[in-house]
């Protein structure tokens, strides 16, 4: 069982400007495979150089399209857990909250998160290959193969960010910003591999943030946070939340 040191719960009551970044791992408790675990993550089954960049689209959208349309009908499927609902009670509690994700399942807002800035982009959205510009209602356009622009008659893509792309400009500039007036930088079920995302606990510690992480695993930040939460982010991100205001349990 992991230990919650006290101080951690403590700093959290009292912190002012709270940072959260999540990855892949605050949904594997809802049925969301991660990327990287061995065995279960998507990268260790599927190739994303065949599913994820602009060139692969381009060789073969349909296969794209496809798995994208798996991925979306499986997060459809699922529902937040514990730990989601967690960071809702930590927005609720604190002054000020942001909430950064690389996770482009949406299940944070369906929990109940208002402040999300989401640096990968969202499943739910697509938008024009060619135009770059998001196109709503877009589910009437599928259906009859490939969706195609309804302006430009280009292909339609998922509004998600692949590799080999830049973030976009806003959420990004917005994440950095938060991350550097941070008191509080908690980050949670991330690997801290991928830039620039992977950046943003140094942005906060630079400037004296307390650093927590919440994984079961070692990440590459590990060794620079104040404080390691080894386990489940179901498990252990509720028990913060009792340990730092029991008077709200
Ligand atoms: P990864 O799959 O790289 O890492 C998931 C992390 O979650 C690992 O460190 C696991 O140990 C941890 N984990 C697993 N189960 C957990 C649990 N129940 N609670 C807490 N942590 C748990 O996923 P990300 O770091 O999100 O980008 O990957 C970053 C980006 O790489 C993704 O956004 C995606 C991917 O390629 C793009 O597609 C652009």
């Given at each position: 069982?992991?230990?919650?040191?006290?101080?951690?719960?403590?700093?959290?009551?009292?912190?002012?400007?709270?940072?959260?970044?999540?990855?892949?791992?605050?949904?594997?408790?809802?049925?969301?495979?991660?990327?990287?675990?061995?065995?279960?993550?998507?990268?260790?089954?599927?190739?994303?150089?065949?599913?994820?960049?602009?060139?692969?689209?381009?060789?073969?959208?349909?296969?794209?399209?496809?798995?994208?349309?798996?991925?979306?009908?499986?997060v459809t499927k699922v529902v937040p857990n514990p730990g989601h609902y967690a960071l809702v009670a930590i927005e609720q509690r604190v002054p000020n909250f942001?909430?950064?994700?690389?996770?482009?399942?949406?299940?944070?807002?369906?929990?109940?998160?208002?402040?999300?800035?989401?640096l990968h982009g969202n499943i739910f959205r697509v938008r024009c290959f060619t135009e770059n510009v998001l196109v709503e209602d877009w589910n009437d356009l599928?259906?009859?193969?490939?969706?195609?622009?309804?302006?430009?008659?280009?292909?339609?893509?998922?509004?998600?960010?692949?590799?080999?792309?830049t973030l976009p400009v806003e959420a990004l500039a917005h994440a950095v910003k938060a991350s550097q007036s941070a008191d509080f930088f908690l980050v949670v079920?991330?690997?801290?591999?991928?830039?620039?995302?992977?950046?943003?606990?140094?942005?906060?510690?630079?400037?004296?943030?307390?650093?927590?992480?919440?994984?079961?695993?070692?990440?590459?930040?590990?060794?620079?946070?104040?404080?390691?939460?080894?386990?489940?982010?179901?498990?252990?991100?509720?028990?913060?939340?009792?340990?730092?205001?029991?008077?709200?349990?």
């Amino acid at each position: 069982m992991t230990i919650l040191p006290p101080e951690v719960a403590q700093q959290l009551r009292q912190a002012q400007r709270v940072v959260v970044l999540t990855g892949a791992g605050i949904s594997a408790e809802s049925g969301v495979p991660t990327f990287r675990d061995a065995q279960t993550g998507l990268w260790a089954q599927y190739d994303p150089h065949q599913l994820a960049t602009p060139q692969a689209f381009m060789r073969n959208p349909k296969l794209v399209w496809d798995w994208y349309a798996w991925r979306r009908d499986l997060v459809t499927k699922v529902v937040p857990n514990p730990g989601h609902y967690a960071l809702v009670a930590i927005e609720q509690r604190v002054p000020n909250f942001n909430l950064v994700t690389q996770n482009i399942d949406g299940l944070h807002r369906k929990a109940g998160s208002h402040e999300i800035v989401e640096l990968h982009g969202n499943i739910f959205r697509v938008r024009c290959f060619t135009e770059n510009v998001l196109v709503e209602d877009w589910n009437d356009l599928i259906g009859k193969g490939l969706p195609h622009c309804p302006n430009c008659g280009g292909f339609l893509r998922p509004d998600v960010v692949w590799f080999g792309e830049t973030l976009p400009v806003e959420a990004l500039a917005h994440a950095v910003k938060a991350s550097q007036s941070a008191d509080f930088f908690l980050v949670v079920g991330t690997s801290g591999i991928v830039q620039p995302a992977a950046s943003l606990p140094f942005e906060a510690i630079d400037r004296g943030a307390m650093l927590v992480e919440v994984n079961p695993e070692p990440t590459p930040i590990s060794p620079y946070v104040s404080y390691t939460l080894r386990g489940a982010a179901g498990i252990i991100l509720p028990a913060l939340v009792v340990a730092a205001w029991p008077d709200q349990a």
